[in-house]
Nanobody, 121 residues
Framework: QVQLVESGGGLVQPGGSLRLSCAAS????????MAWYRQAPGKERELVAS???????NIVASVKGRFTISSDNAKNTVYLQMNSLKTEDAAVYYC???????????????WGQGTQITVSS
């Protein structure tokens, strides 16, 4: 079974920075994509950033220049560096991973528990 554990959420002032981490645990995993989603109250869930196992990244326009996604494939961990945070960035951030068991053909989507980002003061 695959488990995603997120960390790094919390309260930050506008203009501040936070770094989110998401570690995927499991045996014989082959991860093809890692991503961060967020959902603010009353808003739809949106994709914030993604990174492939090859290092190819996608960043949503609203956070370009402020957020950076990176990964450590050896540790099955994805990071989201969030700089110059704005009040509109406040949301629950979810880690998502597309992965398969080594030797299998079918990939499965896995989701973290979510971590709250509050931008205030």
């Amino acid at each position: 079974q695959v488990q995603l554990v997120e960390s790094g959420g919390g309260l930050v002032q506008p203009g501040g920075s936070l770094r989110l981490s998401c570690a995927a645990s499991g045996t014989d995993l082959s991860i093809s994509l890692m991503a961060w989603y967020r959902q603010a109250p009353g808003k739809e869930r949106e994709l914030v950033a993604s990174i492939s196992s090859r290092g190819s990244t996608n960043i949503v326009a609203s956070v370009k220049g402020r957020f950076t996604i990176s990964s450590d494939n050896a540790k099955n961990t994805v990071y989201l560096q969030m700089n110059s945070l704005k009040t509109e960035d406040a949301a629950v951030y979810y880690c998502a991973v597309v992965a398969r068991r080594v030797g299998n053909l079918r990939s499965t989507d896995y989701w973290g528990q979510g971590t709250q980002i509050t931008v205030s003061s």
